[in-house]
């Protein structure tokens, strides 16, 4: 039980009511005889460890057949002799086994089942993209698609031939999960696979979007760890858009149902998601169920700590009218994966017990009616309306146990029931009451507090809400070593993430990421390479990730130090990095060594790596990783400087300058003197990660000049390749969505002055929320379905990348200057409108200014005035501002001037006006 409870003790939920139940009576304790022996039980791994009648058919033949002569010369006939084909199972795709291939290849094997077994049954999934199956000779019906749903299919217990055709179409191929045999389907099928038959094959069952590869998204809420005071209780509790609440990332979770009247089905809620106060991190969910309203709110209670679901239900019609809900502890976890139940039961109707001697969740009243099951017997009796069941099931050993709490509700006109579903770890605490008293205003409270309001105003409430609620996304996903990229997919921490999250909390004036910048150094190794992801190593710490090979982590673990110099100044503390830092920059300066005799094309880059996983094969010379050098180098010989060590300064701006020539040589080298567009790599001239890998090419690294003429070809070119045909949407690789991608090419635009492409990105953006309501973004995103199709959500790295984007919007630092208002729209311009800078932070002191407006604006015809006061900030270069309109004319005590679009303001600021007539 030590892993489960480990689960449970972060959670640490919440319970607030005078009335206690005593501890779950032993007599009706779970039993475990069920599980592995040999290993605890973890609901996130509880595929793995589910006891299975399976084998692995053994002796698989594979061939290539390019010339498709395989059906004409019988490959699939029994006793076909395949004893010349390459010995290769199904499971990986052929790509992965070193075969760089397209078109048709054959696997065949023969297969004896147990003497023992009564029923026999074949799987197979994930093939890419076509495959035909032949079964002792006889093609059987089955026909097998790209994404599409596995096949299980009960055979004959007698000895057999399997044979199966397949065809690949391009990129990856072959069948990518092992073909097995065994005594269920559950038994024969991956995870993945298993969840898509089963959705499938009950298409009346309310399961999970994701296994029915349909719309799916979530949110959470969780504690500031500033406010909880323990990092390790800040887990986060996650709200899905099929209204379900799993308390921690790889938790069950409970679902709410009902029972439609008009077509008799059981019915997932279809809901519309917000926020409470529209910025803090507290989903609400509303739905009508029946005639009634039904409003939710997942919300922390700080004070215990732990998490309340509270239901409010109100009948708005002039009738009464009755109606069951349903609470459903199902074994479905929010991540596109099972999270076992393999024992669960009620006590006295009010409290949940799952896989073990700890409660899951407690309700504020009774249930009226409970049962618990194998989860196809519980969703039977449901659909059936036999309420009443067993509350106990003590071993499920598909891990396929579910409980149903049914709650029956009749409401007069104008009545209101509550409810509130409580995830508490212990036993002792005592039973939630019906509104958790005052805990969403306490909890309400604290997050305004720490969220703070932004350093600016602007006439747009949707842009700053979502401003706001990326902030409170970003503290509740940190953790006690740093922030993740989000709640479920990934316990690690990304270098390069950890970069653009600080720079987006620098902004904000914030102290938290100075407590995580000994994260990247902890592994450094002796020649100063860092680790590029550290990952959970199961014991609340960190380890690198094995394997890992990306050259980007160097710049951007001395890019943090740099800018936390930058914004807060402390020499003590540059002192203390300074080895690593120095250790760093020479690890570049050591890997190009490795290319200084390779072609024109290559010469003086970094070598190959896995670079940002999403931008190619880790044999390609990314230069993603170059740009990121260059930053660090140069914000290496920053560091250096500070401290006075004037020679290390300046071989790190020299090697810098050199690694910059480099990359500029090996683009002509690539794509001719003129080029076109920056590349994603030498070896990649074609692909969109040129588009998201050049972006650290402008900023933090100004590989380029931001006027150079290249950099307008390039990011027109991705423009209209990726962002464009979408309206603003970013296609990245799988022709997914990425809204974090897009968001940072937006930034890019803004220094090129094309508002045109940021305002076009921007409001695809907030348009295109993944979770609609939530301002919340997916690392990836269906085109189809609009939901998360890879990653993680809520994905920090997009958080980082808008609060950045409306800040840069107007405010833009380009070394010894501040540039102002770049992404500001003529609609902010109008008359009665008004924008103010209150102290927004930059490296150059807090900026204030004010700008309020009697203009009217209809097209091209701009009349009236623009009134703008700028101070505070005292850029040695000063200010400047690309103007959208050329004033008639400029009135001011200071030296403002205009000089073609640009109007340039001193370094100790101005008050001005602008006419326009």
């Known amino acids: 039980m030590k892993k489960l409870l480990l689960c449970l003790t972060g959670v640490s939920l919440l319970l607030s009511s005078c009335v206690a139940l005593e501890a779950y009576p032993p007599s ?80 065949s094997a023969e297969f004896a089942p147990k003497e023992f077994w009564d029923t026999f049954y074949l799987g197979i999934g994930n093939v890419d993209d076509d495959a035909t199956i032949w079964i002792n000779g006889v093609e059987t019906e089955w026909r097998l698609v790209e994404n599409s749903t596995a096949q299980v299919v009960e055979l004959p217990v007698e000895p057999l031939t399997v044979t199966i055709r397949v065809v690949d179409n391009g990129g990856f191929g072959g069948i990518k999960s092992p073909v097995l045999v065994g005594r269920t389907p559950f038994d024969v099928l991956t995870e993945a696979d298993y969840a898509s038959w089963l959705a499938a094959n009950h298409p009346d069952w309310p399961l999970p979007g994701w296994m029915r590869n349909a719309y799916y998204a979530w949110t959470f809420t969780g504690q500031f760890t500033a406010n909880s005071g323990d990092a390790v209780s800040n887990h986060e509790a996650l709200y ?138 519980v969703i039977s009796n449901l659909q059936t309306d036999q309420l009443a069941g067993l509350d106990k099931l003590p071993c499920a050993n598909a891990y396929d146990g579910a409980a149903a709490a049914t709650f029956a509700i009749e409401l007069p006109p104008g009545g209101t029931y509550a409810l509130n579903i409580a995830f508490a770890p212990s036993p002792d605490l005592p039973l939630p009451d019906a509104t958790a008293g005052s805990v969403l205003g306490n909890s309400e409270f604290l997050y305004n ?110 890019f943090l130090i740099a800018e936390t110099h930058r914004y807060q100044p402390d020499i003590a503390r540059l002192e203390q990095y300074y080895d690593n830092v120095y250790r760093a920059a020479d690890f570049i300066r050591q890997k190009r060594t490795e290319t200084v005799n390779n072609p024109p094309e290559t010469r003086g880059l970094l070598p190959p790596s896995e670079s940002a996983e999403d931008l190619g094969p880790d044999h390609y010379h990314h230069y993603w990783d170059d740009f990121w050098s260059v930053a660090g180098l140069e914000d290496a010989a920053f560091i250096a400087t500070e401290l006075g060590h004037t020679e290390d300064a300046e071989w790190m701006l020299a090697e810098a300058e050199e690694l910059r020539q480099a990359i500029h040589a090996s683009v002509e080298a690539v794509m001719g003197p003129e080029p076109a567009y920056v590349p994603g790599a030498p070896e990649n001239i074609e692909s969109s990660a040129m588009a998201r890998g050049t972006g650290p090419a402008m900023f933090p690294a100004k590989t380029w000049e931001w ?211």
């Open 240 to 377: 899905t858009s099929d209204i379900a609440v799993a308390p921690w990332a790889d938790a069950p979770t409970i679902a709410l149902l009902y029972k439609d009247q008009a077509t008799g089905m059981l019915t997932q809620p279809d809901a519309t998601f917000s926020l409470v106060g529209g910025v803090s991190p507290i989903p609400k969910a509303n739905w009508v169920m029946n005639g009634l309203t039904v409003d939710t709110t997942l919300v922390t209670d700080y004070e215990n700590p732990k998490v309340n679901w509270q239901l409010v239900i109100t009948n708005p019609t002039d009738v009464a009218i009755q109606t069951n809900l349903i609470a459903l502890t199902q074994p479905y976890g929010v991540h596109r994966e099972l999270s076992g139940i393999h024992g669960i039961a009620f006590d006295r109707d009010q409290r949940i017990w799952v896989n073990g001697n700890q409660p899951f969740a407690a309700f504020s009243r009774p249930a009226d009616f409970v049962q618990t099951g194998q989860i196809a017997d």
């Open 449 to 558: 507090r720490d969220i703070g309001e932004p350093s600016f105003v602007i006439p747009d409430e949707f842009v700053t809400n979502a401003y706001r609620a990326s902030k409170g996304y970003l503290l509740v996903a940190e953790d006690r070593d740093g922030i993740r990229p989000g709640p479920n997919e990934h316990d690690a921490i990304w270098i390069r993430d950890l970069a653009y999250i600080g720079e987006a909390l620098f902004a904000n004036d914030d102290d938290l990421i100075k407590r995580y910048l000994d994260v990247p150094f902890q592994f450094q190794t002796e020649d100063g390479m860092i680790p590029p992801v550290l990952e959970g190593d199961g014991q609340g710490g960190l380890q690198p990730r094995a394997g890992m090979i990306e050259w980007d982590s160097q710049g951007q673990a001395i």
């Open 28 to 107: 009706i304790t779970l039993e475990r005889d069920c599980l592995d022996p040999e290993h605890d039980f973890d609901t996130k791994h509880a595929w793995e460890y589910a006891p299975k009648t399976v084998s692995a058919i053994d002796g698989w033949r594979f061939t290539l057949d390019p010339d498709d002569v395989g059906l004409d010369n019988g490959f699939a006939s029994v006793g076909f002799d395949v004893s010349d084909w390459d010995e290769s199972a199904p499971g990986i795709s052929w790509e992965e086994q070193g075969i760089e291939y397209d078109g048709v290849g054959w696997y």
């Open 707 to 917: 006027d150079d003429p290249l950099m307008a070809r390039a990011f027109d070119e991705y423009h209209q390749r990726w962002i464009n045909p979408t309206g603003g949407g970013y296609i990245h690789i799988f022709g997914q969505f990425w809204p974090y991608g897009g968001l940072g090419l937006a930034r890019n635009y803004l220094r090129l002055g094309r508002q045109d492409v940021v305002h076009q990105i921007l409001g695809w953006t907030l348009t295109n929320q993944t979770l609609p309501g939530a301002f919340v973004w997916a690392e990836q995103v269906s085109p189809q379905t609009g939901a998360i199709s890879g990653g993680d959500m809520p994905h920090a790295w997009a958080m980082a990348n808008y609060i950045m984007l409306i800040r840069e919007m107007l405010v833009i630092r380009d070394g010894d200057t501040l540039e102002l208002f770049a992404g500001v729209p003529p609609s902010w311009l109008e008359a009665g409108k008004e924008i103010q800078l209150n102290g927004l932070t930059t490296v150059h002191g807090d900026i204030t200014a004010q700008m309020t407006s009697t203009l009217q604006i209809i097209e091209e015809s701009w009349q009236g005035e623009l009134n703008v006061s700028v101070g505070g900030a005292t850029p040695p270069d000063g200010f400047r501002w690309r103007l959208q309109q050329i004033p008639t004319g400029v009135v001011s005590d200071q030296d403002v001037v205009i000089d073609g679009e640009w109007l340039y303001i001193p370094s100790d600021g101005a008050e001005f006006t602008l006419i326009y007539e």
